[in-house]
């Protein structure tokens, strides 16, 4: 499983790494290597490579095939649809992703480019609209295809809107036939409920400084972080924690599984005879599809998601693994839900986190902190963390906070 998760993880990496995308009609070789993993045991590792490096070319051509027509730049289109995000609105001015349903310019109606960056400019005598998630609206826009600087060692802007999948940018237009055809949609309850959490965070804290650290907590909203507050997460190494991903999500399953394992055990277990461990593992599961409901199922809650449903289901069907197997199905799940991930550097460092916590914190290569306290225990998986992950933190970053291990010791909790 370990060695077979490594090489699919490799063909995805390897494509990932070409300059252009080789000719697509190359992914028909899927249904060729797939049967192979099952039934050849000699050739099962190239077979997964291959196979990682095929599936990765499909999943990669498909959102490269949705793009916007190079012909429709710079012009005049009407576009209608749902916007997709929470929109970061400013005094005199909005962004948010827009989910396009139709696309047309005059009177022809072209392919949708699928999701897209929108800038909403107020002009000197209007103001932008209330925006919310799950609005459908009609928008005169000009857009263009995604385009980033390829300076060395500079921010891939290209990649980015690659990875979230946005095959197009551009602003909206002044134009009367801009208007609201529909507001949220009453069956999606949890766009409403995000949109009442953020509305409420801002009528109780106002202009309160940690009301964006508050809101980028529960909703993963980090649109209303200031730049200083940036950079002090920044230079403490804490920053990571204004992200909901793997750390957030499995705190709150941890908590949800032993709370319901708890009140099991002690109001239920005669009642229903069935193992409190397992009622646990189910609260978690629904706990942590919950969160990252509530974080929009951005990439990162999506990986620890099924990471979290990895390590439940095991308890479910009592099936006894070692961690590191546990980790390497949880991996080859993430990369066939989403072979795009190798592109995000909080990938390798959650992954890379968890497996440096396996290596030091069990087996024998643990032992040495098994009978410490539980302080320092968790002084060491601080520190095993900041040392370990300080290569990665200087090639995807360029730097590293020295003051991580003690920020962290008390920031995480």
């Known amino acids: 499983m370990r060695t077979g998760t490594i090489a699919f993880l490799a063909g995805i990496f390897l494509l990932h790494q070409l300059p252009e995308l080789p000719d697509s009609r190359w992914i028909f070789l899927l249904f060729l290597f797939i049967p192979l993993v099952f039934y050849t045991r000699k050739l099962i590792l190239p077979s997964l490579f291959v196979a990682g490096f095929l599936w990765a070319l499909f999943r990669a051509s498909l959102i490269l095939d949705a793009g916007l027509d190079q012909s429709l730049e710079g012009k005049d289109l009407f576009v209608d649809g749902i916007i997709s995000s929470l929109p970061q609105q400013r005094e005199r001015s909005a962004r948010f992703e827009f989910e396009v349903h139709t696309l047309r310019y005059e009177k022809n109606v072209h392919d949708s480019p699928g999701r897209i960056l929108l800038s909403w400019y107020a002009r000197r005598y209007t103001k932008i609209p209330d925006l919310k998630i799950g609005q459908h609206w009609q928008l005169k826009v000009r857009l263009k295809r995604p385009h980033g600087f390829m300076n060395p060692g500079g921010f891939d802007y290209e990649r980015w809107m690659f990875l979230h999948r946005l095959r ?6 002044q134009s009367d036939t801009n208007q609201l055809l529909q507001q949220q949609n009453k069956l999606n309850i949890i766009n409403r409920l995000r949109t009442r959490l953020r509305e409420s ?8 400084p940690y009301a964006g650290l508050l809101m980028a907590l529960v909703i993963g909203d980090k649109s209303l972080i200031s730049p200083s507050q940036w950079a002090v997460l920044t230079r403490t190494g804490t920053n990571h924690l204004m992200a909901i991903s793997g750390l957030h999500i499995g705190l709150i399953a941890g908590f949800a599984f032993f709370l319901v394992q708890f009140i099991w055990k002690r109001f239920f277990i005669t009642r229903f005879p069935w193992p409190a461990a397992k009622a646990g ?9 919950f969160y990252a409901a509530l974080a ?36 080859f799940l993430v990369l066939l839900f989403d072979p795009l991930a190798v592109l995000d550097a909080g990938f390798w460092l959650s992954f890379c986190a968890v497996t440096i916590i396996l290596f ?23 520190f095993v963390i900041a040392i370990g992950l300080t290569p990665l933190l200087f090639i995807f970053f360029q730097q ?14």
């Open 400 to 413: 590293t906070s020295v003051m991580s291990p003690v920020a962290n010791l008390f920031a995480v909790p």
């Open 360 to 382: 030091t914190m069990t087996g024998r290569v643990g032992q040495w902190s098994a009978r410490g306290k539980w302080g320092e225990k968790w002084w060491r998986v601080q």
């Open 296 to 331: 929009g199922f951005s990439i990162p809650t999506q990986r620890a998601l099924i990471m979290v449903m990895i390590v439940m289901l095991a308890t479910l069907i009592q099936r006894r693994s070692t961690p590191s197997v546990i980790l390497a199905a949880a991996l």
């Open 168 to 173: 197009a940018k551009g602003y909206v237009k």
């Open 201 to 208: 965070i801002q009528d109780l804290l106002g202009n309160k």
């Open 281 to 289: 593992a189910i609260a978690a599961i629904l706990a942590a599809a």
